[in-house]
């Protein structure tokens, strides 16, 4: 397996009169290196629009299903 060019992304989050509210961090890779069957074997981003998930919290209000969250990779 080949190594892919990554790097450290850091950024401080503060507040308006200058004091610090968090510091964050993220671990990015060039993912236009990758190589299918090599680096991954399939790729998966589920994405919802916030107007699906509003219109089922409203149905959930008015006809009292039950309902849950579930993670799609336990499934």
Do not use: N
């Not at 507040?15 to 299918?36: P, S, T």
């Amino acid at each position: 397996m080949h190594e892919l060019p990554s790097t450290w992304a850091f950024k401080i989050k503060g507040y308006l009169h200058g004091a610090i509210h968090k510091l964050k961090a993220r671990f990015c890779v060039r993912g236009d290196w990758e190589v299918e069957g090599v680096h991954f074997f399939e790729t998966f981003a589920p994405v919802v629009s916030w107007t699906t998930v509003r219109i089922m919290l409203i149905l959930s209000i008015l006809f009292d299903p039950k309902i849950r969250q579930v993670d799609s990779e336990r499934i």
